[in-house]
Nanobody, 115 residues
Framework: QVQLVESGGGLVQAGGSLRLSCTAS????????MGWHRQAPGKQRDLVAA???????NYAASVKGRFTISRENAKNTVYLQMDSLKPEDTAVYYC?????????WGQGTQVTVSS
């Protein structure tokens, strides 16, 4: 059973930056698409960014130009670099791995952006 462990969340002022990391257990990582969702209190969990095994990337319109997703297959890790953070980016950020029809989620990491 694969496990995803996120890190890098925290409290930051508006305009600041954070980098989230998500490391997957197991030896097979490069063949799976990876991504990040976020969920603010009282709201649904929405896609932030995703990256396929071939490196194709998709961003939510609200983060395009500010966030960058990348992957380092040798370390079984996907990253989310978040710049120019806004208070509305405050949420729990969840990493996922798409294993065919199955989506495996991490436990989430809190990001809080103060104004």
């Amino acid at each position: 059973q694969v496990q995803l462990v996120e890190s890098g969340g925290g409290l930051v002022q508006a305009g600041g930056s954070l980098r989230l990391s998500c490391t997957a257990s197991g030896s097979i990582f490069s063949i799976y698409a990876m991504g990040w969702h976020r969920q603010a209190p009282g709201k649904q969990r929405d896609l932030v960014a995703a990256i396929t095994s071939g490196g194709s990337i998709n961003y939510a319109a609200s983060v395009k130009g500010r966030f960058t997703i990348s992957r380092e297959n040798a370390k079984n890790t996907v990253y989310l670099q978040m710049d120019s953070l806004k208070p509305e980016d405050t949420a729990v950020y969840y990493c996922y791995q798409q294993r065919g029809p199955l989506r495996v989620w991490g436990q989430g990491t809190q990001v809080t952006v103060s104004s």
